[in-house]
């Protein structure tokens, strides 16, 4: 499923979006691999980040699952593996 990043200190504000399995509330997200100029092989094994689904609360009862950005900037969310930016 396609979840929205929400900024943490501004909720309304999107980051991006992540897609993530449907019915988890906690995933460990892999980087985007880096290859090897040249060569067909993965540099390293990816690091992995905790990424947690939250409630928002917006106008007028609105609810919606998305991702909580626990304070990490837009350039965190750029390197994970299947993230998606907002149009600025």
């Known amino acids: ?3 929205a990043v929400r ?3 501004t909720p309304s504000k ?3 979006w992540l897609h ?3 019915g988890m509330r906690e995933l460990m997200v892999p980087e985007a ?7 067909e092989v993965p540099r390293e094994s990816p690091k992995r980040h905790l990424v947690k689904l939250r409630v928002y609360e917006g106008m007028g009862g609105y609810q919606e699952l998305a991702v909580y950005s626990d304070d990490r900037p837009l350039e965190f969310w750029l ?3 299947g ?3 907002a149009p600025p």
């Open 83 to 85: 993230f998606e930016r």
């Open 20 to 22: 993530l399995p449907a």
């Open 79 to 81: 390197k994970l593996s």
């Open 33 to 39: 691999c880096g290859w090897s100029s040249g060569l």
């Open 7 to 9: 900024c943490c200190c």
């Open 1 to 3: 499923m396609r979840y």
């Open 14 to 16: 999107v980051l991006g």
